[in-house]
């Protein structure tokens, strides 16, 4: 017998076995056909869905400059951290360490994500430094992702915070330039389909769906070089006269353009830690006051109108008082006797304010007020603006007609006051303000005043700041200059306070032909000199003088620096010699 005869066969199981292997193949090549033919579809769809999401592409939103091109306002690209909660809810032992990172309470976020655990998206921290986003991702923490936004950023910071305003965190406009051109500035946010890994951290951009479009450049009409001077010297006068606050505005006389716009307090737009509305609103467009004295040109302007009065019109203000009515007597600083109309302006004598006023009819000083835009919103748009008050004139009597020739029982904006003063100074022709530049829109230009008119007021406010004015401190080396002084009483509970003033000045230059037209306003300015004269008129000199020069005009009073036109006029024939004598003045 031979010796594998012994040896037992195992046919049936091997085919058992290779039976096993035929039959789990058939299913492996039938499940294969499944997921690959069958239900394709369905299985990509459930991967897109785990791993495929669409995306927002933020848009960057436009830049705001000066007139020069300038930067007030740019977007800077940011990341926010952002979370899936439900993701995150399988990580629970790691969210001490991110909210840790994060500068976040445990408490809070675990509050956070327990209001929202039903969505797939929550912003844990928004616009943070690239460090701080490199921290949070080294944790590797699933359902914790970086997202790109933009954030706003001011150079300038609070010099032009008040015209420039800012955006939130969503960057929407929230005040200002900002908040009047949004719908401008603002982009469209685009969108791709990306695909993310279990941290949803992007892996791969698998498509655009559509391109964010920008938002569109907006400049403005103010010139950064003047808004610097006004700021800094508005912020000194504030400080060393301890005064509530101020504000300042700078016009350009032949276009109506805000080259300059700055109050105190300001604020820092790039840090609003603690804001207050004291240190946020505009106040050159949303604080209103009673003029005072500044208003004195217009009521000279009405009494010439009417015909019955001259710039040599003697008015005789007595011995410095008037007694209108039982209630009301009208006084002067000083006993100024028999003067005539432009030494009224020059000396600002209330007396022969309230004098010319009561002379002429009451409709005659409202016309006049009421077309130099006392009352009335200005072209501005800007957010918040007031109207003032200027009430109409059959309601007046002969204490208001009184008192509205000095300034009192009217309410008028330092932006209302600048552009009256402008018209004053563009022979009574009035430029709508704009504080973008001239020409982007329809041009909005009238007549207020006669060319006549408007031109001896102008020299009546030449006296007021000369060195026998009330407004000499405004005076401007090398240039002519013309203004007006005003000390207001404020309102309180009762009447008038006793000691809470309003120091003004408003005035042009220079005065041969004007260019600029300035308002100053120090609110409440403590100490010994309270006078519009003693705060206010200097802060214009100041600005007016580096302006003037900034923008290359040139000097109109050379003979105030010592210089004869015979000294810097040199010899040539007469059709040169002519002509450079026109240039010169």
């Not at 990580?91 to 445990?106: C, S, T």
């Not at 699933?142 to 960057?171: C, K, M, S, W």
């Not at 907006?218 to 010139?223: E, F, G, K, P, T």
Request: aromatic share 6%.
């Amino acid at each position: 017998m031979s010796e594998h005869a012994n040896i037992p066969h195992y046919d049936g199981r091997l085919r058992f076995v290779l039976g096993l292997l035929g039959l789990a193949t058939a299913v492996l090549m039938w499940r294969v056909v499944d997921l690959h033919v069958l239900n394709r579809d369905f299985l990509q769809h459930q991967g897109d869905a785990r791993a495929l999401r669409v995306v927002e592409v933020a848009a960057h939103r436009g830049m705001i400059t000066d007139r020069h091109g300038e930067p007030l306002a740019i977007s800077t690209p940011v990341e926010s951290v952002w979370a899936n909660p439900k993701e995150l809810a399988t990580a629970r032992n790691q969210w001490k360490a991110l909210a840790r990172v994060l500068e976040l309470e445990p408490r809070a976020l675990e509050q956070l994500l327990a209001k929202r655990q039903e969505r797939e998206f929550v912003y844990l921290r928004r616009h943070i430094t690239p460090e701080l986003a490199q921290k949070v991702m080294a944790l590797e923490i699933p359902g914790v992702a970086l997202q790109r936004e933009y954030r706003r950023y001011y150079p300038a910071g609070e010099v032009f915070a008040h015209v420039v305003g800012f955006t939130n965190i969503d960057d929407a406009g929230q005040e200002g330039m900002e908040l009047l051109h949004d719908a401008w500035l603002k982009g469209t946010p685009g969108s791709k389909r990306v695909i993310k890994d279990r941290l949803g951290r992007i892996v791969e951009n698998v498509e655009s769906i559509s391109e964010p479009r920008p938002g569109q450049d907006l400049r403005l009409a103010l010139d950064r070089r003047i808004q610097y001077l006004a700021y800094r010297e508005l912020k000194a006068v504030v400080q060393r006269s301890q005064a509530r606050a101020g504000s300042a505005v700078v016009l350009d006389v032949t276009t109506g353009e805000v080259l300059a716009m700055v109050n105190q307090p300001a604020y820092n737009p790039n840090n609003r830690s603690g804001l207050s509305s004291e240190r946020l609103r505009n106040r050159t467009v949303t604080d209103v006051f009673e003029p005072g004295s500044t208003i004195k040109p217009f009521t000279a302007a009405a009494a010439l109108e009417s015909g019955k009065f001259r710039p040599d019109t003697p008015i005789d203000t007595g011995s410095g008082f008037l007694r209108v009515n039982s209630r009301l007597t009208v006084r002067d600083v000083h006993n100024y006797g028999r003067i005539d109309v432009s030494r009224v302006i020059q000396k600002s004598s209330n007396v022969g304010a309230a004098t010319m006023a009561l002379a002429i009819k009451p409709q005659q000083l409202w016309d006049i007020f009421s077309r130099i835009g006392l009352g009335t919103m200005t072209a501005s748009a800007f957010p918040g603006e007031a109207s003032g008050l200027l009430t109409d004139h059959v309601r007046w009597r002969e204490t208001e007609r009184a008192t509205l020739s000095y300034g009192y029982g009217l309410s008028v904006t330092a932006l209302q006051l600048a552009q009256a003063y402008a018209a004053l100074a563009a022979d009574g022709t009035m430029h709508a303000v704009t504080l973008l530049p001239a020409g982007s829109g329809v041009p909005d230009i009238r007549q207020v005043m006669r060319p006549q008119i408007a031109q001896q007021v102008r020299a009546m406010l030449e006296l007021a700041v000369s060195k026998d004015g009330t407004g000499s401190r405004a005076a401007v080396p090398g240039y002519r200059v013309g203004g007006k002084t005003g000390t207001a009483r404020k309102v309180i509970a009762g009447g008038y306070s006793e000691d809470h003033y309003l120091a003004l000045f408003a005035g042009f230059a220079p005065a041969t032909v004007p260019r600029l037209a300035m308002v100053v306003v120090i609110d409440e300015p403590q100490g010994a000199e309270y006078y519009g004269g003693q705060v206010a008129a200097p802060v214009f000199g100041r600005v007016m003088s580096g302006a003037l020069r900034l923008l290359d005009i040139a000097p109109d009073d050379l003979e105030s620096l010592g210089v004869k036109l015979a000294d810097v006029t040199a010899p040539a024939p007469a059709a040169s010699a002519s002509t450079s004598s026109r240039g010169i003045l």
